[in-house]
């Protein structure tokens, strides 16, 4: 019972909800989102390992205090494992993820505070909003729970978008709503049919019940349940069918929105895709359902990346075809498999988050987004291009960087597993992922730059130049030292075999 | 036997709301699903549900949707 | 009656999640797919209250005049209305969000049906 779990979830929401009354007041909006933004990582860190009872205590087994003296009636039958509690776990996984994830919500708005002229406390609102949800759901042990904090972070998504004033977001924006709206009730749905199974809402107590016998594990509702809340992941994460609609949404939003936004659907596809695991990795069907769909946003996210003119709309699909890479690690179903998901899925959210953010100051220089009226940037800023440059090696997976490690580890497991052939699909996938990086940074950065061209004088903002330097530092440490990363996430892949 | 007259307004209100074309008509008459299930929710021992559910569902959703429609446009447009 | 109130109440849920789906997919005005997704949303909620229903029970209040073995015997399951009750205040907040984009792209293009604003000129790229 540690009180510092629910700060992770709660001091954005109030920080959120305190920034968005302050309209006019400049200054105190920057100083106020920075030191939230800032706290987020360190309590992430200071934050001991356990779980949080909200509203309950914990369950009578650990709890001696209240199980003195209570009628066999309660203490002879299974009553006495569950949680009659909202629960929140954190562990080593959970903490290295959520400090990512703050650490690149903190960049976000640490650019985003510079890049705009006006700072707006109802931006920071949505990121923070944002931020809360994420975190919430990768904590939750508790599915309803769950399912709330994935309706907020859609509306949070969805806000960002409006935020933009990107030409055509209004109409990407409502596309989204709209499938979430489909998507959320039939999660809801899948929820509702797991509750009425096994009357409970925890996992951890919906998977005692799986997995001693209390429920049938083969009943036709349970298969449903796992197909509802497969489709809520699917929406979640931006897996196909939903992935034009996701890397849309990455292309209408503001750089820094971008970065973030993609942290949330990397986050939210590990948070739900452990769950599903957890739940139901005792019905073959499930992992080669996880692998197929994981195929096919790597096929598709990648091919698509290629025939696209828009940068943004490029690292859009790029980071949907990514996405892959951790679905194979997750539906490989080996604790080594799962660890190299996982540490893929950390890897991944950093990389794009640089990757967007390094594009952004393009799209700050010139006010478009379109590389064939791009070119000859590397002139502009020599230096910056450089940095643009690392980050692309780094998602194509180019040693000392951190996709190197990572990949490398998906494709030892997959060879471990007796599937060579994902191993040799994953290489191929990343040596089309460089090449169309390469031809949009060959376009954008070194091609003559064509007459029409207007170069504003505007400067890039240091922060902007702090977060890409501090993201390529990142990204080489996690290179050179994977046992950082690995160690925590391995208690969790290990859990979940 | 009142909520099995009840659950078959819900179904035939619901369709019968979506195959207005004059829309305010349509945005007024979601309220008749919204009020049914709100006293079938009384039947099936939920009154706490009941009460929310009468007031966002009779009053509050046909409202937003009468205002969206004023708002916007009154009819159903041709589809081309 | 033949069939049990219950039953018939998660066929009732079932037709609206069922009438619900098809209007927000197949319908053309954005104003009638909102309303498809509204009835997608109370159809779900009835699902759930269905399920935590108890046939010849009690109202899950623990009046004074009451034995608690007998309530525990009788009462409906309280913890999906829980549920609904945090389900019908989301329901009922993205509704107005969704609304609100509508009244916005019907200023910038006149029109609120669906292949007009979404259809080709929203996928377009550019």
């Known amino acids: 019972m540690d009180i510092l779990i629910p700060l992770m979830v709660i001091i954005p929401i109030a920080s959120a909800l305190f920034l968005n009354l302050l309209h006019k007041n400049d200054s105190t909006i920057k100083i106020i989102a920075i030191i939230t933004a800032l706290i987020l990582p360190v309590i992430a860190l200071i934050t001991p390992y356990g779980s949080h009872y909200f509203g309950g205590y914990a369950p009578l087994a650990q709890n001696s205090t209240i199980a003195q003296g209570l009628p066999a009636l309660i203490t002879g039958t299974q009553l006495f494992q569950f949680h009659p509690a909202i629960t929140y776990v954190f562990g080593s996984a959970q903490q290295l993820m959520i400090f990512i994830l703050v650490l690149i919500s903190f960049f976000a708005i640490y650019t985003s505070i510079n890049e705009t002229k006006k700072p707006s406390g109802v931006y920071a609102f949505l990121m923070f909003m944002g931020t809360a949800s994420v975190s919430a759901i990768l904590l939750s042990d508790d599915i309803f729970n769950l399912f709330v904090f994935f309706e907020i972070a859609a509306m949070a998504q969805v806000g960002i978008i409006v935020a933009s004033g990107i030409k055509d977001n209004y109409e990407t924006a409502l596309k989204y709503i709209l499938l979430g709206n489909i998507a959320g009730p039939l999660l809801l749905l899948g929820i509702a049919l797991l509750l009425g199974i096994t009357g409970n809402v925890n996992i951890t107590d919906i998977i005692f019940s799986i997995k001693n016998g209390l429920v049938d594990p083969y009943s036709p509702a349970i298969l449903m349940a796992l197909g509802l809340l497969t489709f809520g992941w699917l929406y979640a994460s931006g897996l196909p069918p939903f992935h034009t609609i996701k890397s849309a949404v990455y292309s209408k939003a503001l750089p820094h929105g971008a970065a973030l936004l993609q942290a949330f659907s990397v986050f939210s596809m590990v948070a739900i895709g452990v769950i599903i695991l957890r739940m139901f990795a005792y019905i073959p069907f499930t992992s080669t359902a996880i692998i197929g769909i994981s195929l096919l946003a790597m096929v598709l996210g990648i091919t698509m990346a290629i025939v696209q003119t828009d940068f943004k709309r490029i690292i859009g699909f790029l980071a949907v075809g990514e996405l892959g890479y951790i679905g194979i690690g997750l539906g490989l179903g080996t604790a080594f498999g799962i660890t190299a998901g996982l540490f893929q899925a950390v890897n991944e959210a950093i990389i794009t988050a640089f990757l967007f953010i390094g594009f952004g100051t393009v799209l700050y220089k010139t006010r478009t987004s379109d590389t064939r009226k791009l070119g000859g940037m590397m002139f502009v800023n020599p230096k910056l291009a450089l940095l643009v440059l690392l980050s692309g090696l780094a998602m194509a997976g180019i040693p000392p960087l951190n996709a190197f490690q990572s990949k490398l580890m998906l494709i030892q497991a997959s060879i471990q597993s007796g599937l060579p052939e994902l191993g040799i699909i994953m290489i191929l996938l990343s040596i089309v992922t460089f090449m169309t990086f390469m031809k949009a940074f060959y376009t954008i950065y070194m091609r003559p730059k064509p007459a029409e061209l207007e170069i504003l004088e505007n400067k890039i903002p240091k922060s902007t130049i702090i977060s890409l330097v501090i993201f390529l530092i990142i990204c080489i440490i996690l290179g050179l030292f994977p046992q950082i990363a690995t160690n925590s996430l391995q208690t969790l892949a290990t859990g979940l075999v | 036997m009142i909520e099995y007259v009840l659950m078959i307004i819900t179904v035939l209100g619901a369709i019968i709301a979506l195959m207005q074309r004059d829309l305010l008509k349509a945005a007024i008459l979601t309220g008749i699903p919204g009020i049914s299930i709100a006293f079938l929710y009384q039947f099936l021992l939920a009154p706490d549900v009941a009460l929310t559910q009468a007031i966002v569902g009779s009053a509050i959703v046909p409202v937003f949707f009468a205002l969206a429609v004023l708002k916007t446009r009154r009819t159903e447009e041709e589809a081309d | ?123 377009k790229i550019e």
């Open chain 3, 1 to 123: 009656m033949i069939i049990d109130s219950q039953l018939m109440s998660f066929f009732t849920a079932g037709s609206l999640i069922v009438i619900g789906i098809f209007a927000a997919l197949f319908l053309d005005n954005l104003i009638k797919k909102i309303i498809g997704l509204a009835f997608l949303a109370d159809g779900v909620n009835l699902f759930i209250i269905t399920m935590g229903y108890k046939a010849g029970g009690i109202v899950y209040i623990l009046l004074p005049n009451m034995t608690i073995s007998n309530f525990a015997q009788n009462a409906s399951y309280p913890l999906p209305f829980a549920l609904v009750l945090t389900n019908i205040v989301i329901g009922a907040s993205t509704l107005a969000v969704m609304l609100g984009l509508i009244i916005v792209l019907n200023k910038k293009h006149g029109s609120i049906s669906a292949s007009k604003i979404l259809g080709d000129k929203g996928e």
